[in-house]
């Protein structure tokens, strides 16, 4: 694994190229950086760094208490395939905002294996239910 250094500092996400990641996945087609802006100043934000630049990112949404959800986990292409990405999620969920939450949650088309690493699970249990809806504003 490289020597990959994360962080919490919110000035140290480089926002163009973070945005732009974004809207360029399966899940953030279609986002603008408005959008964008709004997401990150309302979650915990965390970004991996190689040799001070950025290469990942991702956050949390969460009370900070009880409940988080995993969001934007996001490798530069070409660093994927390194580690950087378990590290990533691994110090975000260990982040002392969040260590009393009990119920993490997320979504992946492509990602399952890196999330079982860490104790993720499918849900099958028939209790989880999802509203999608077109945003009005």
């Not at 190229?17 to 802006?37: C, I, N, Q």
């Not at 990942?56 to 009880?66: E, K, L, M, S």
């Not at 949650?105 to 492509?110: E, G, I, Q, Y």
Request: net charge negative; hydrophobic share 35%.
């Amino acid at each position: 694994m490289p020597d990959c250094e994360i962080s919490f500092d919110m000035s140290r996400i480089d926002f163009r190229a973070t945005s732009d990641m974004l809207m360029a996945s399966y899940w953030g087609s279609g986002r603008s950086d408005e959008v964008h802006h709004r997401a990150f100043a309302n979650s915990l934000c965390v970004g991996a760094y190689l040799d001070g630049n950025q290469v990942g990112f991702g956050r949390a949404i969460t009370d900070r208490t009880v409940f988080a959800y995993l969001a934007d986990v996001i490798i530069w292409p070409e660093h994927r395939g390194r580690g950087i990405g378990t590290r990533l999620v691994q110090a975000l969920i260990n982040h002392p905002d969040v260590s009393t939450v009990t119920h993490w949650s997320l979504s992946t088309n492509d990602a399952h294996g890196l999330y079982e690493k860490l104790g993720f699970r499918p849900s099958t249990d028939g209790r989880y239910m999802r509203l999608d809806r077109i945003p009005t504003g």
